[in-house]
C-alpha cells in the first residue's frame, strides 16, 4: 500500500518547487549579473569624479547617494 502521505506538506513542497521557478524565470528575464551591476556602479561613480572635476570654484557636491 505504501506510506502515507501529508498531503499539506506535499502542497507546500509543490508551491515552494513553483514558486522557486518563477523566482528564476524572472531572474534570468530581468535580473543583472553582478559583473553588469559592478559595472553600473562604476560608471556612476565615475560620472560624479568626472562631475566634481569640472567644479569652478573648488568645491564639489556631497557626491552619489550611498544607499546602494
Known amino acids: 500500500m ?5 498531503l ?3 502542497r507546500k513542497l509543490r508551491d515552494r518547487a ?3 521557478a518563477q523566482a528564476d524565470a524572472n ?3 530581468f535580473g ?3 559583473i553588469e551591476r559592478m559595472a553600473q556602479v562604476a560608471r556612476v561613480e ?3 569624479r568626472d562631475l566634481d572635476g569640472h567644479a569652478r570654484d573648488g568645491t564639489s557636491d556631497p557626491g552619489p547617494p550611498e544607499d546602494r
Do not use: L, S, V
Open 2 to 6: 505504501g506510506d502515507p502521505i501529508n
Open 46 to 48: 565615475k560620472a560624479w
Open 8 to 10: 499539506r506538506a506535499a
Open 27 to 29: 531572474a534570468a528575464k
Open 32 to 34: 543583472q549579473t553582478k
Open 18 to 20: 513553483k514558486d522557486r
